[in-house]
Every structure is written in C-alpha cells, then in structure tokens.
C-alpha cells in the first residue's frame, strides 16, 4: 500500500501539474522577471501556483487511502488529524494564490502559515515529549488546561507542547519558502525527505506504517510535480506550495513521534542557511525578512555552478545527511548536526572564495 500511495500521488501531481500550469497562465498568475530582478534566473514569465498540484494529488491519495482501506486511520492516527492537514493545507494554498497575484507584503503573508498553525495544533497534532539525545526525554505536556469535550473526546490546551509545535511548523514552512530560490530544489528536498521519513515509520524503533503512508504520499507529490519543476522550470511551486512543502514535512516530523532530528538533518542546509541570512540582514541593517540574493543557492550560481549543479549537489547533502538519521542513535544525531553545521561553514566558506576567485580580473602582461 505504502508504494502505491507514493505511485498514485506521483502520476496524480504529474497529470494535474499541466492543468494548473494552463489555468495560471489563463489568469496571468506569474512570475515576472521585473520583480525583484536580482533574484530571477529566467527571462520570461513562469507561471506560479504548482504547489496546488502537490496539495491535490497528497489530500484526494490520502483520503482514498482514508475511506476505501484500513490502513490509515484505526491507529493513532485519527481522523480528526488528516482533516486539519487537509483544512490547514488549503489555507496555505489559498493564502498563496492571493500572494502570487496581489504580492502580499511579508506582515500580509505570515498570516497564512500562523493559522495552518493554530488549525494543525487543534486537531491536536503536538509534541508533547522530546527525546534527549544524552538520555531521557524533556517532558512537555505540561501545564495542561481542559477547554471543552466534542463528541466524547477532550479538548486540551497543552501550554509548551502546543508552543513548541506552533514555533517548529512554522520554522519549517519558512525554511522551504525562503529555499525555494532554483528549479526543482523545493520539490527534489521535499521528495527525499518525504522517503526518509516514511522509511524511519517502518523501523522497529518507531513502527508508524500510517506515517510511513502519509510520507510515501508527499514523496510522490512533489516527485511528480518536480518533472515539470526540473530546470528549466515550466511552472514554479508559487507561495502556497512554498509553504505547504515545509509545513507537511514539519507536521510528518511530528506525527513520526517528534522526529525533529530527523527533520532538521533533512532541512539542515537550507535552515542553517535561513538563520545565518537573518543574522546577515540583522547585522547588515536590514530587515530580516527583506529577500537578497545572499543565499547559499544563489551563491553557488555567483561561484560558477549551473543550476542543476548547485540542485544536485544540495540534493546529495539532503540524502547523505538525512539518511544518517537512519543509521544513528541519540547523541550520535547531535553528533551528525554538528557535523552538518560544519559541512555548510566549510560550503560557504568554499563558495565565497570561489566567487571572489571568479570576480578578481586575471594579470595583464
């Protein structure tokens, strides 16, 4: 079942994407090389929206999943879970479609990951114990308060636990919008760790078959949207898919038992990036969220790489790096995040003298 929600999610995304891609160019919902010109690395205008495709193709493979089987709710996973997904997924793609038309300030924009938030921690999705890497685990549930009983079952707010989860979706929801800068990079990221993820649900310390389906799913559905998004790109995932990528992959984290390791060896590069670009803006008298072209993506462009190069080899950090998360235990993933951090100093250190190395002119005579 596993394989043929990933096969069914791919070939759904895969036939949908041009459909969409149609419809936003009928709607003139596009990306145009005049804003924010820096940035762009095509010429002519893109259509924008292709997250939606991805949204389509997870939800309907999901809920048939979900209706016509056994194999997803009847566990821990509840159906209460897969509707605030689902609910939380459309704000997103809602409140993208109006960015990619209207060009939300940042103030504007942040209002729709802040509710798919709130919505995915009133179903009740939450963490509410963290592993200690060192031993033990760092308990969250409390303090609690009971606020009301729908249908036999308890309505609770879990102060920290809900604290914790609010901050982590959101993390990841920015991290791969502000990633999504190359053709196929989003799209590839979300793929390998959605396949990390439903791998890690099978294993005997976690047994999740129901993470593992939810996961296959988001891997196919970026996979079959990535054929259309390689470069050169004949549709962009747009705001909505931008954001529904990172939040869906923060949400699986979660659900796998707060696998936040997990999740942050996958988004490792791309989250490091995101904080050292904040740091970069604050530093720099910038706002933090103001866009540059400081990313590590972008720079490895400046320092001479392709795009497919510079998608690639972030690819391969990706996969090396999130499948440690399968081979270690406890300290030893701290061990692996240090090693990361150390991975992207050594990356960007390379790519700036690189790029000075491109810039200074060769010695005449």
């Keep these: 079942m596993i394989y043929f929600a990933g096969i069914a999610a791919f070939v759904l995304a895969a036939g949908l994407t ?41 939800t309907l493979v999901s809920w048939a999943i979900a209706l016509l089987t056994p194999n997803l709710f009847g566990g821990f996973f509840l ?10 997924g459309a704000v997103l793609m809602f409140g993208g479609y109006l960015d990619d038309r209207f060009h939300f300030t940042a103030k504007r924009q942040i209002l729709f990951p802040v509710l798919a938030a709130f919505i995915t921690i009133a179903v009740g999705i939450g963490v509410t114990y963290i592993t200690n890497p060192f031993g033990g685990t760092i308990d969250l549930s409390q303090p609690v308060w009971q606020i009301l009983t729908l249908g036999g079952r308890p309505y609770r707010i879990v102060l920290l636990a ?21 053709d196929g990079l989003v799209a590839g990221v979300t793929t390998i760790g959605g396949i990390i993820i439903a791998i890690l649900s099978l ?26 998004n390689w470069h050169p790109a004949k549709i962009f995932l747009g705001e909505g898919g931008s954001t529904y990528t990172g939040f869906m992959l923060g949400v699986l984290a979660i659900i796998a038992g707060g696998k936040i390791a997990t999740a942050l060896l996958i988004l490792g590069i791309p989250a490091l990036d995101v904080a050292w670009a904040i740091l970069r803006r604050l530093t720099g008298k910038r706002k933090a969220t103001q866009a540059d072209r400081g990313h590590l993506h972008f720079r490895l462009l400046d320092a001479g790489f392709t795009v497919r190069q510079a998608v690639l080899l972030l690819y391969t950090v990706t996969a090396v790096f999130g499948s440690i998360t399968l081979v270690t235990r406890g300290e030893q993933k701290v061990y692996a995040l240090v090693a990361l951090a ?24």
């Excluded at 891609?21 to 929206?49: C, F, M, S, T, Y």
């Excluded at 604290?163 to 959101?170: E, G, K, R």
């Design 162 to 182: 809900d604290l914790f989860a609010f901050a982590w979706i959101l993390a990841t929801t920015y991290t791969t919008k502000i990633l999504d800068g190359l």
């Design 79 to 88: 159906p209460k879970y897969l509707i605030g997904i689902t609910i939380a």
């Design 203 to 228: 294993t005997k310390e976690v047994t999740q078959p129901e993470t593992a389906l939810l996961a296959a799913t988001l891997a196919g559905a970026a996979a079959g949207f990535l054929v259309w």
């Design 18 to 58: 041009p459909m969409v891609r149609r419809w936003a160019l009928r709607r003139q919902v596009v990306d145009n090389a005049n804003i924010a010109p820096e940035r762009k690395i095509h010429p002519l205008p893109i259509p924008l929206g292709g997250g939606t495709a991805i949204f389509l193709a997870f």
């Design 342 to 365: 150390v991975v992207m100093v050594i990356l960007a250190t390379a790519v700036v003298l690189a790029y000075r190395h491109k810039k200074t002119p060769a010695p005449q005579g």
